[in-house]
């Protein structure tokens, strides 16, 4: 009986509704309307765009109606495959990873001793540096040349020569991988660590009583529980990689020979490395098409408990 | 304090409506409780005091004054919550001050309030703790404290003792009593258990579905119940009702169920005849009835279904014409069950119920 | 208006489409004959005649400005360049801050809003502002870019006829570079060519002979293996990052010299039609970089993430031997070294005693190099934000297009893009203050500019680099590389 | 739960924590070590593990306004300052009276309006630069800091609005009518009860919202023009890759940089903790 009281239903239908609650509008008007206008135009110009040429001699007013042509385009070229191939990897490891280191590190941190507070404090630095800046760090490590990790390795006998991984194919993408991990995994962290905050203590106390050993309280109890918690976190953590530009861009810049290249920085190249808006929107396009089918899924997991309040 | 008076309030959530043109007015002082099954509407109707719903139709007015416009802030009315809304991130001391500080009191007339609530309380020492570092019973003084400082027209409370443990819940029901007695108080308290409001109130308004089905003394509500419904929801353990039908045998008046049959007495017989058919519910309490363990005239024959000993009474449960009545023994009475038993009905105190209108039969 | 401008566009796309037609075949010969009209002879372009031709003339730049444009015009102008940054010679800021006074003093009614905008940043503003119609009136923008902005329509005419100079005084090179469709669409405002420069002391460690340069890319590759082996010191500063400018500025002389090219620009009647890529010329000029790269290791690990700004640092700290660099790179490298400290400062000083200039090598075919520099441009109006003020534009662009300022703004960098500035008693000065101006300045009539083209920043930025990146990774063989490449570059002229 | 055995489960932990704390932490390190050496001994191979001859010039260079660089470095932080400042208010004061209309009211279409808030996370931004350009320029707001603000306003509203829903959701609703009723407006209840018990949460969002715009470079390079409104990272950019790498230089500025986040940060962090778990792990 306690239901907020400006929630009455009208009889009156939906138009009657909204006009029952138009003073609750005016609540979400500013932050809808200031998302709106940073999305809704770039969307609709950007599906447009996709279906005309846009060659880098021709001005925008000029441009040609091609319907699909440059979504056949994009799925034709030689390097889609490459790069798709490349997006997965890159996205699905750096998840796995940030999400792993995370999960583990939200367990030791979930207990009490000295320091913790600390130690949780240096571990969420990498979150909190810019993507610019950490970029820059890593390459500077990773620098075949001068680069610290280099000289480390080769002291530690486990290279002969100079450490190449910017400059490899086979090792670009790993190598950007784990700058990438650094830099997400404190999130993951951060989020589970609340998470298990909300692990009630009978459970895990009635898990003790039956006899559980710490893997098996870990498994039955707690990540049941985790569980909400680790949908919304790879679901955001899958989302960010899909859409991560820096890192690849400032670091290699999809290079050597496409090994780094991913679906974004695809993109950019190709709308302002080759000027060719038309194809980089439709590419854009199949990007969206990609995030809906995950964000469904994201909207879902973020508003899962949603459904079970409203009724 | 002031009069609260309820003119065809009425309070609809799309089709469906909630309050149904309820009518009734509290008069200065009293401790009215508005009573019912959960969903019948009360909450609702204290809601509607308060201003945290707005009227649909109809008026309320307090003191003379039409209120039904009026912001909460503006009515003067105090309310006690039953999870007790107690500011978790203010200090007891600031929860009792808040309403004061609100309405522009000054410094040292709201910290005498304060001290004075408190020390009627006796919360003084709790004052510069958080409400979570209280036990229920604190946290109810506190926000009954809150209500108190302010000194309003009318006391709201909704269902304030139902998160007290039971021992809890008679000891701060005698003090509310005590303070309402007082304080001369105007308190308008919402509570589900009968009981509740048996004991406290002057006046009870039995609600069900969104209708006012009586507004009476405690008393009259209980002996005169004024249908079906507020006589079966009124009084521990309920009151028995027993479908009958009325056959007049040779002037003799008769109520006859599947297998018995019981003479009125004159005065229920005339009761009888004001129904508008031959059906009736027959009502009796469980200590109006008598138990008889050999065969007796004016008995309806029965059969002991469950005995319920509890020290002070035994409650026998007994299976009449399909029906289960629950009668109340002295304790030293043995009795088995399945044991075969003659139930007699105190005709004075016998009530009777019109089947169709489930309205009650005035006595002759 | 807006319906005159549109007629107008639409007049312009009409003769544009007509002339896009013949262009590739009746423009080269013009400017082949401007080439010859102006005299200047790779043969006869000496440093020591460089050095005799500076000083001969004097120039008045208000009184010749003054018959353009009123001295006592009133106007305004948004003005974007890529000028002095942070890492620039003091010299240069001095002669920037000079400028500017100096244009307030002749034009005091008419009001710059200047940007100075960094290399790397603007291209891409200017394509977003031109789009948006947000461009600025006047633009001073590095050679290759203004094609593009041309193609699309997006400048306005302008030649130096338009400020009251003669097209003639300026290089051939430089004009093709402002040339599309048969008209002229910018003023070049400055021009150099890059040289080769070595470190004297790493070659003596190495055994070499430490004042001669390597004379063939050969010999770079040969010095390069030597180097590493002897001092285990990089010994070229390769670079081959995708989407970075300096890429193809230190590969294409490379090509061009061995016989090949991108398309046919370095043909002396370029088409712009033609690909010369898949040619035994790039072969021979991938086949080097693959050499040093991969078989020697003699250049840097990080070539194919690094761009020529980081083989800076290790040059300077004679780490590295021999690099590509622009005629700026001495008074850069001076700078850096004198605001070292400490050791630093010691040993950067060494480095610098140690530079030494020379001639881009040559390839088996000749010796090239890219022709560099800056033109200015007017936008189209339609593509400025508010009304563009001719007559503003008219008045700064002869002002810094003159023989006075395009020398004293190539002051450090470059050299001025109008050939008269050569004559005047500043040029004189810079050739007695600058070491080596001479040997930048006399390979000024072996460039070669990037193809004037819209599709050039992506052929020379992108393609090229990545056919680099895939031999060089081992990806593909040299020969597969340049046929990917070829396939690349036809199916862009092809008109994808 | 709190026995104190130690179990292989202990030492298992203790090794990988200690292995997480070298990953996150030495690439920070380097990046301090580095920014205090000179130019050329960063260039040693192999390099020196601490600085032999410490220098702080590359950061006396930075933030002296003595000179050029520190004028304008000093600038940028302001402009920085300044733009993730408003971009936190403005974001605040957006996300909290949405998130509480989701929370409280049930107005028809809410769940569709909640979802497209969430989805912005959905877009990659340099996808959107072109025609937020156009559009910015249409507004009349290229080279305004108006332009970033806007745009840096919809990055942080997703995840605020989700988390100060869920912290709505756990205040009961009586206690806004319960100060209604003790003399407060609407307004007032909302304002003096159900924002400070939403703090750690405002928090959190605020924090946030800073960072993202303390950090953002794509769009601060595309908006903006005017060499005096450039923000910290373009700036940054714009001094150390352009003609020179001077890694000491960049990694100096990484770190000035980076402070005042990672200051704020640490100190606010438990709030960060609290509002996830009350705000959108618990809800």
Sequence with gaps: MSRPHRSEPSSRGLIGQIIDHRWDYLYVLPALGVMMLVIAYPIYYTFYLSFFRTPPSLAMSEKIFNGFDNYATVLGSDSFQQVTWNTIVWTVWSTFFALILGLGAALVLNREFMGRGLLRGLLLI???????????????????????????????????????????????????IVVNVWKEFPFAMIMILAGLQTVPDQLLNAARVDGAGAFHRFWHVTLPHLKGVLIITVLLLFVQNLNHFIIPWIMTGGGPAGASDIWITQIYQIAFGRIRFGIASAYSVILFLVMVVIGYFYVKALTGDEDRQAH | MAQVEFQEVVKRYGSFEAVKSVSFTVEDG?????????????????????????????????????????????????????????????????????????????????????????????????????????????????????????????????????????????????????????????????????????????????????????????????????????????????????????????????????????????????????????????????????????????????????????????????????????????????????????????????HLFDAVTEQRLPPG | MLLKNAARQRNLKGIACALLTSSALVLPAPVAAQANKTGIDPETWT???????????????????????????EGELDYWYVGPNEASPQLEHEMYEEFWAALAETYPNIEINAQNLGYNDMLNKLRTAALGNAAPDVARLPILWGSEFAAKRQLSELSPEDVGYDSDDFWPGAMKSVTLDGKTWGIPTNNETMAFIWNAGIFEEAGLDPDKAPDTWEEVVAYSKQIKEKTGKNGYGLVARVNAGNTPFRFMPMVWGEGGGALDEAADSPTYQETWIDSDGTRRAVQNYY????????????????????????????????????????????????????????????????????????????????????????????????????????????????????????????????TRGFETEWMKERLDTIKFLDVSTSMLPSGIPFPPVAESPEIMNIIIPEMLQNALTEKMTVEEATADAERKIQSLLDGM | MDKRRITRWHVF??????????????????????????????????????????????????????????????????????????????????????????????????????????????????????????????????????????????FGLPLSIWLLKGFYDNIPVQLEQAARIDGCTRFQAFYLIVMPLSAPGIIATAIYSFITAWNEYVYALTFLNDDQKLTLPVGLQRFFTEYATNWPGLMAASFIMSVPVVAMFLILQKYFVRALTEGAVKA
């Design chain 1, 126 to 176: 990498p979150f909190v540096i810019s993507a610019v800046a950490a970029s820059y760090i890593w390459r500077w490590i990773y620098h075949s040349d001068f680069g610290v990790l280099g000289a480390v390795l080769f002291d530690l006998g486990l290279i002969d020569g100079k450490l190449n991984l910017l400059d490899n194919i086979d090792m670009v993408l790993p190598s950007l």
């Design chain 2, 30 to 350: 009293e401790f009215v409780a508005l009573v019912g099954p959960s969903g019948c509407g009360k909450t609702t109707t204290l809601n509607l005091i308060a201003g945290l719903l707005d009227l649909t139709g109809g008026a309320i007015r307090v003191g003379g004054r039409q209120i039904n416009d009026l912001d909460p802030k503006d009515r003067d009315i105090a309310m006690v919550f039953q999870n007790y809304a107690l500011y978790p991130n203010k200090t007891v001391r600031q929860n009792l001050g808040f309403p004061l500080r609100m309405r522009k009191v000054p410094k040292r007339e709201l910290e005498e309030k304060v001290n004075d609530a408190a020390r009627l309380l006796d919360i003084t020492h709790l004052l510069d703790r958080r409400p979570r570092e209280l036990s229920g019973g604190q946290q109810q003084r506190v926000a009954l404290g809150r209500a108190l400082v302010r000194d309003p027209q009318v006391f709201l409370m909704d269902e304030p003792l139902s998160n007290l443990d039971a021992k809890l819940r008679v000891q701060m029901r005698a003090e509310l009593k005590r303070f309402h007695q007082d304080l001369n108080a105007t308190v308008i308290y919402v509570t589900h258990d009968q009981l509740e409001a048996m004991t406290m109130a002057d006046k009870m308004a039995v609600m069900s579905g969104g209708v006012l089905q009586q507004y009476d003394t405690p008393e009259r509500v209980f002996e005169e119940p004024a249908n079906v419904f507020v006589a079966g929801f009124v009084g521990s353990p309920a009151m028995n009702l027993l479908p009958a039908r009325v056959v007049e045998n040779g002037g003799a008046v008769q109520a006859a169920g599947e297998g018995w049959e019981l003479a009125l007495s004159p005065r229920n017989a005339a009761s009888a005849r004001r129904a508008s058919g031959d059906a009736v519910i027959l009502g009796a309490r469980h200590s109006s009835l008598i138990l008889h363990e050999e065969a007796a005239p004016g008995c309806i024959a029965a059969k002991i279904y469950t005995v319920e000993p509890t020290g002070d009474l035994t409650y026998a449960h007994v299976e009449v014409g399909g029906k289960t009545f629950v009668i109340s023994l002295d304790p030293q009475r043995r009795i088995r069950a399945d044991q075969p038993v003659w139930i007699e009905f105190d005709q004075d105190r016998l």
């Design chain 3, 47 to 73: 440093p020591e005649h460089v050095r005799s031709i500076a000083g001969k003339t004097t120039v008045d730049t208000a009184a010749e400005c003054s018959k353009i444009v009123p001295l006592d015009y």
């Design chain 3, 291 to 418: 050499d040093m790269y991969v078989r020697d290791k003699s250049v840097p690990v990080s070539a194919l993430t690094n761009t020529q700004t980081e083989n800076q640092d290790p040059f300077l700290a004679n780490q590295l031997a021999m690099v590509i660099a622009h005629p700026s790179e001495y008074a850069t490298m001076l700078d850096r070294a004198s605001r070292a400290t400490g050791s630093d400062k010691e040993a950067a000083m060494e480095v610098v005693n140690n530079m030494r200039y020379g001639k881009i090598p040559k390839g088996a075919d000749r010796r090239a190099v890219v022709f560099g520099g800056s033109n200015v441009h007017i936008f189209n109006p339609d593509n400025i934000d508010g009304d563009l003020d001719m007559e503003a534009a008219k008045a700064l662009i002869c002002f810094m297009t003159g023989p006075e300022w395009s020398t004293k703004l190539a002051w450090v960098s470059s050299n001025p893009g109008n």
């Design chain 4, 13 to 154: 932990g203790w090794i990988f924590l200690v292995f997480l704390l070298i990953y996150a932490v030495t690439p920070l390190l380097w990046m301090l070590i580095t920014s205090f050496k000179s130019q050329f001994a960063a260039l040693q191979y192999p390099p020196d593990l601490y600085p032999k001859n410490p220098t702080t010039e590359q950061y006396v260079r930075l933030l002296s306004p003595q000179n050029d660089v520190g004028r304008q470095f000093l600038r940028y932080l302001l402009n920085s300052i300044m733009v993730s400042t408003v971009t936190t208010i403005l974001g605040v004061a957006v996300a909290v009276p949405a998130a509480y209309a989701f929370s409280r009211f049930r107005f028809p279409g809410r769940k569709a309006l909640f979802f497209s808030v969430l989805f912005r996370n959905m877009f990659p931004a340099v996808v959107f630069l072109m025609p937020l350009f156009i559009m910015m320029r249409w507004m009349g707001l290229v080279n305004t800091y108006s332009s970033l603000v806007i745009t840096y306003l919809t």
